[in-house]
């Protein structure tokens, strides 16, 4: 290792060994916070979708299964009412005109008893209301909780990455005001992760244990209104279980085909005898036809295929997207806390690490010749005359020949012009400005480098000195820059270009 004051000016030019170290690590603490900070706001987005779809999948499936129970129920009503009201009045007025007439009359009451046989069947049949009512307030309850949990994570996917932007720029910048409004910031959203945790593990337990035997815990909940036989019909829907509401179909549809029947022959025989009771005999053949519909509809509603599947896509929902949904925010919940628990702990050494940087940048020595910075503050500084002079460094080091110019064949008059030009335009002249390439010359050897690093120093502190006499009053200031001094300056510039030309040919 060479002892040479140019290694020495070098090496100071270059950042230090601590700063890169700084930085370094400042940008690993960035990297380290901002991949599982976004790996983590991904996978969450995933999971809230995911939760999101099988919940409204569940709703779905309620509302379908809402809808038929409604449907039932109102067929049911629809043709009990037609049966008491509607054709109990046709057959009131075929009555009076078929007084005269035993046989219709008994044919009349014949259809009034088929018809106390309809509406006994479908009295049999359970009543849905309460069903309806409650799976209403369970779907607008699970619909308003399901909207306002997803927004909530909505906001706090973007909540961390607001974080872990500011948490980047803070360090980017070396700025202590983002990093404490991300320290800030990030305690309240560990905060909030933890919370979701916790609430995300509390529905993935309660939702597991349902799905395990949902079939036992639906049982239990309708043993007090609904049959068993009646729920285990639509739970599994299997060829091997008879449909509880087949035989009341049976005695409805028997009972209204002998009613058609019985119609069909008065309208035949009666109307010819008693013109005026074509209309009520109409009235009640169009009331039994839509109680023929009635009775298809209300078949289709109570088959448990329709239902079952409802079920089904229930299931499907809350045991399957619901599910994994909510273990991938339980993962989600889990890196984002693991994130800002590394941030957290590694803004007090952040906090060090740019508070050295600081010191460092504050500990200048102003006396340093080869500091660009201290000669930058020094000539900005009023009190530079009471500071210690320049020219001490000169006449302390006048002993040493390394500082002395020495007799050389290579001309630096452009140099000593640069730096006279650089002081005749107000600046300082600096030993790092020196154009190398205006001066024409070949690229040196080792030898040759040394020499001419030696002798621009002591031009250095020979300028400097002047400066410094020159600030002092000491000396005259030098005059002002004018055109033919630049004329000058270019002419000696190519003079030595042409002189190295020829010295160094190509």
């Known amino acids: 290792m060479s002892s040479d004051p140019s290694a020495l000016t070098v090496c100071c030019s270059l950042p230090s ?30 999971g809230n979708s995911e939760t999101n779809d099988g919940v409204y999948q569940l709703i779905y499936a309620l509302d379908n299964a809402n809808h038929t129970f409604s449907g039932i129920d109102s067929l049911v009503f629809g043709t009990t009412r037609q049966m008491k009201v509607t054709l109990e009045q046709h057959m009131a007025r075929l009555n009076e005109i078929f007084a005269t007439q035993g046989d219709y009359v008994q044919t009349l009451k014949f259809m009034e008893q088929m018809a106390g046989n309809i509406v006994l069947q479908l009295s049999g049949l359970p009543v849905w209301e309460d069903v309806t009512v409650h799976l209403s307030q369970v779907t607008t309850e699970v619909s308003s909780v399901e909207y306002y949990r997803w927004l909530s994570y909505l906001l706090l996917f973007i909540l961390d ?8 720029l803070g360090l980017a910048k070396h700025s202590k005001c983002l990093l404490i409004t991300m320290l800030c910031c990030g305690l309240f959203t560990l905060i909030l992760s933890w919370g979701s945790f916790s609430v995300d593990v509390s529905a993935a337990v309660g939702t597991s244990d349902f799905c395990v035997a949902p079939d036992k815990i639906i049982l239990n909940m309708t043993q007090s209104g609904l049959s068993a036989e009646i729920v285990r019909y639509y739970l599994y829907c299997s060829q091997s279980l008879t449909n509880p509401f087949q035989q009341a179909l049976t005695i409805y549809q028997r009972s209204l085909t002998t009613m058609q029947i019985q119609i069909q022959g008065l309208m035949q025989f009666a109307i010819p005898i008693f013109p005026s009771a074509e209309k009520d005999l109409l009235g009640m053949q169009k009331l039994l036809n839509s109680s023929e519909t009635s009775l298809h509809q209300l078949t289709a509603m109570l088959d448990c295929r329709g239902l079952h599947k409802d079920y089904l896509d229930a299931l499907i929902g809350i045991c399957y997207d619901g599910v994994e949904g909510l273990l991938y925010l339980i993962l989600f919940s889990l890196l984002a806390a693991m994130a800002f628990s590394t941030i957290i702990c590694a803004v007090p050494r952040a906090w060090k690490h740019l508070a050295s940087r600081d010191r460092d940048y504050d500990d200048i020595d102003e006396e340093d010749p080869f500091n660009p910075q201290a000669r930058r503050i020094a000539a900005h500084n009023p009190t530079r005359g009471q500071l210690r002079s320049f020219c001490s460094y000169s006449s302390s080091l006048g002993s040493q020949t390394s500082l002395q110019p020495p007799a050389q064949t290579i001309s630096n008059a452009p140099v000593s012009e640069y730096m006279n030009q650089a002081v005749l335009f107000g600046g300082n002249p600096r030993y790092e400005n020196v154009p190398l390439i205006g001066r024409g010359s070949p690229p040196p ?36 820059y004018s055109p033919s001094m630049r004329a000058t300056y270019l002419s000696v510039n190519d003079d030595h270009r042409r002189q190295y030309s020829n010295e160094f040919p190509a």
């Open 17 to 46: 060994c601590t700063e890169l170290l700084q930085n370094s690590f400042l940008l690993q603490l960035a990297l380290g916070h901002f991949q599982p900070s976004c790996a983590a706001v991904g996978i969450g987005f995933y």
């Open 161 to 168: 990455l607001v974080i872990c932007l500011i948490a980047c």
């Open 445 to 480: 050897t080792s030898f040759q480098k040394g020499k001419v690093i030696e002798s621009l120093t002591a031009e250095f502190l020979q300028e400097e000195c002047t400066q410094e006499k020159i600030e002092a009053g000491l000396v005259a200031a030098y005059p002002k």
